[in-house]
Every structure is written in structure tokens, then in C-alpha cells.
């Protein structure tokens, strides 16, 4: 905006910048929300939903399966953070194709914020990665589904936070599902490693603050999919060749998976492609409707994951992983209901009591008449 002021005439002329031009990165514009190729802008909130919910569910499945038969080749489980690396170059290298397919290329969130999300990130997915070397996946899954804990331990010693009862219930429901689920796999489970358990610990807690911290990066600057993803794992890219090379790492990963192409290397792209495409639809999800409902479509969909698991592939099963995932799910439910107790109202007993009261009295008018 240009301000002109003349002495003599004494007026101020005020010019508005076209869409076209480069405006704040503060400002949000009004700027189509497009995610492999589909412009979803066009839709209604509740078409955008569940365009988005298909593509959580549909490419992070595939995903799933491909991350476990990655693990699944004999020698390749102490690798997990050399796929982490493959995986971040895919991603950058998909984001900037991408990018280049849009109109708008300019960098709108600043590099420092870019630095602390692409920690996080390699944190969220090189810790998860290399947990499987260590666990069940079944088992790194409903780690995964408990967001919660971390974020309410941070809020209160943190920021000194007080949560409602609903929030501690879930809480303490997802702790005694993630117990129970632990100690069955212990007990029935061949390759159970307590590293496992403190691996994904540290992922989930970098997982708990990236949604919230992209969220406020994307909202703010009004940045798009592909840049998010372009810049994040470009970064974290750097941060884990950085890793690997300093601890000696890289050299073998790379002499056996050369070994294996297609194993390897053919099954990491494909991994990586369905990431790709998923969280473009999750990034999408956290920009129309939030991260909390982005959490709880994922967590749905991490549960089916679960599923899938043990259907393509052979591992012991106990009953306590169903009673210790409901659980699990049991908290979500709370967390959810927690978050939105405005719009949803659960009867209470006293509702219930004079509702059967109710219905007695007309059963019993219908049957005097």
C-alpha cells in the first residue's frame, strides 16, 4: 500500500496492491487450497472433508504396508535412519516438482521457522522409523495414537496448565492401554526391545508439537502444501546426512542396500510416495479444519493400520491387544468429546432415568387404552 502526500494540494492517495503483486506474508490472502492437482477451494467444507479423509486413509494404508515390508528384509532393520534420509530426499525432491507446478514460488514462512519444524520432523519420522527395528508395529502404531500424554505432561509442568476431568481420563485411559498393549507384546513378542519403547517415546513427543507448530506457520503465513513440505524435509534432509556422516553411519547403510535395489531402494520410493501424497492431504486437513481434527483422522486411520497389520503379515496375537486398544480408543473419544464439549452433550444419569421413566408410563397408557 502507497501513501502520496502533496503539500500544496494537501491529499493522500492510497493504492491497493492487485493480486497479483507481492503482498505481507502476515496478510492472508484468499488463495485456492490445491493438493495434487485437485482444487479443493471449489468444494464445500464437507466435500473438502472427505476428499481429504480418502486421501489420509487410502495413501497412508499403502503406506503402512510398505514401511513394514521395508523392515521386513532380512538385515535392514538397523537401518531405519538411512530410509529416514532416502525418504527426505524423495519428499523434497516431490515437493519441488510440485512447486514449480504452481504459481505462486515465493518462500512465505520464515527459515527459522523452517529449522525448528524440519527438527521436529526428522525427530517425528526418524525416531518412528528406527523403532521398528525394536517393536511390533502394531506396537509403534498405538504409541502413535497417544498424542495426548505428552502435550498434557508439557502444558502442566511447562506452563502450569489445569485440565478438565475429561482431558485426565483420557489421559489415564491412554496410559493404561499403552501399558497394557506393552506388556502383552513383551510377553508374546520375540524382537520386544525396551530401546523400542523410549525410540518412539521421543518421537511421539516431537509429534505432539509439530501439528500445532505447522498449523500456526501455514495460518499465519498462508503457505502452501508444497512449500511446507519443499522446505521442512529439504532441511531435515541436511540435518540427517549431517547425522549419519558424523556417527559413521552412512557407508554401510549404502553398501547393503546397493546390494538390494529393488528392496530397498524400490520400496522406499514407493513408501515415499505414498507419504507424500498422505501428508498433502493431512497438511490440507490442518489448514481448513485444525489440528485437532487432523489428529483424529490420522488416529482413525493408525488404528486400520493396525488391522491391516495383522492380516498381511504373521505375528503373535493375544486378546489384550484388543482390550488394551480399546482402551486406547476410549481416550481419544474423551479427548475429542473434551475439545468440542459445546457442540457435543452426552446425556447425563439423571437424563437417562427420566427418559426410562418416560417410556414406562407410555408403555403403560398405551397398554390401559
Given at each position: ?8 494540494r494537501k491529499y493522500i492517495s492510497i493504492t491497493v496492491p492487485s493480486k497479483t503483486q507481492t503482498m505481507s506474508p502476515h496478510i492472508k490472502s484468499i488463495d485456492d487450497i490445491i493438493v495434487l492437482g485437485i482444487n479443493l477451494s471449489r468444494f464445500n467444507k464437507l466435500t473438502q472433508f ?222 515415499s510416495l505414498t507419504g507424500y501424497f498422505g501428508i498433502s492431504f493431512v497438511l490440507a486437513l490442518i489448514k481448513i479444519f485444525g489440528a485437532l481434527l487432523a489428529v483424529t483422522v490420522t488416529t482413525g486411520r493408525k488404528a486400520m493400520t493396525i488391522v491391516l497389520s495383522f492380516i498381511f ?57
Amino acid at each position: 500500500m502507497d501513501l502520496k502526500f502533496n503539500n500544496s494540494r494537501k491529499y493522500i492517495s492510497i493504492t491497493v496492491p492487485s493480486k497479483t503483486q507481492t503482498m505481507s506474508p502476515h496478510i492472508k490472502s484468499i488463495d485456492d487450497i490445491i493438493v495434487l492437482g485437485i482444487n479443493l477451494s471449489r468444494f464445500n467444507k464437507l466435500t473438502q472433508f472427505f476428499i481429504c479423509v480418502a486421501g489420509v486413509f487410502v495413501f497412508y494404508l499403502i503406506y503402512g504396508y510398505l514401511q513394514e515390508l521395508i523392515f521386513s528384509v532380512e538385515g535392514f532393520k538397523s537401518y531405519g535412519w538411512y530410509l529416514t534420509l532416502v525418504q527426505f530426499a524423495f519428499y523434497s525432491i516431490f515437493g519441488l516438482i510440485e512447486l514449480q507446478l504452481i504459481q505462486d514460488k515465493r518462500r512465505r514462512i520464515p527459515g527459522k521457522t523452517y529449522m525448528v519444524i524440519a527438527f521436529l520432523t526428522v525427530g517425528t519420522m526418524g525416531l518412528s522409523n528406527t523403532s521398528l527395528g525394536y517393536l511390533n508395529y502394531p506396537t509403534q502404531v498405538i504409541f502413535k495414537c497417544c498424542k495426548l500424554i505428552p502435550v498434557m505432561l508439557g502444558g502442566v509442568f511447562i506452563q502450569g496448565k489445569r485440565y478438565n476431568v475429561a482431558d485426565v481420563s483420557a489421559a489415564v485411559c491412554m496410559s493404561l492401554g499403552l501399558i497394557w498393549f506393552t506388556l502383552a507384546d513383551s510377553t508374546i513378542a520375540p524382537n520386544f526391545n525396551v530401546t523400542g519403547v523410549i525410540l518412539i517415546s521421543l518421537a511421539l513427543c516431537a509429534d505432539a508439537v509439530i501439528g500445532n507448530v505447522q498449523e500456526k506457520a501455514m495460518k499465519l503465513h498462508n503457505a502452501s502444501n508444497s512449500e511446507m513440505v519443499l522446505y521442512s524435509y529439504s532441511i531435515g534432509f541436511v540435518y540427517i546426512l549431517l547425522g549419519l556422516t558424523c556417527t559413521s553411519g552412512l557407508g554401510p547403510a549404502v553398501t547393503f542396500c546397493s546390494k538390494n535395489l529393488i528392496r530397498t531402494y524400490g520400496y522406499a520410493f514407493l513408501f515415499s510416495l505414498t507419504g507424500y501424497f498422505g501428508i498433502s492431504f493431512v497438511l490440507a486437513l490442518i489448514k481448513i479444519f485444525g489440528a485437532l481434527l487432523a489428529v483424529t483422522v490420522t488416529t482413525g486411520r493408525k488404528a486400520m493400520t493396525i488391522v491391516l497389520s495383522f492380516i498381511f503379515f504373521a505375528k503373535p496375537f493375544t486378546f489384550q491387544y484388543i482390550w488394551s486398544g480399546l482402551l486406547v480408543v476410549l481416550g481419544i473419544f474423551l479427548n475429542v468429546y473434551s475439545k468440542n464439549m459445546d457442540k457435543i452433550r452426552l446425556p447425563s444419569l439423571y437424563d437417562l432415568i427420566n427418559k426410562t421413566v418416560e417410556v414406562k408410563k407410555s408403555r403403560t397408557l398405551a397398554q390401559t387404552v
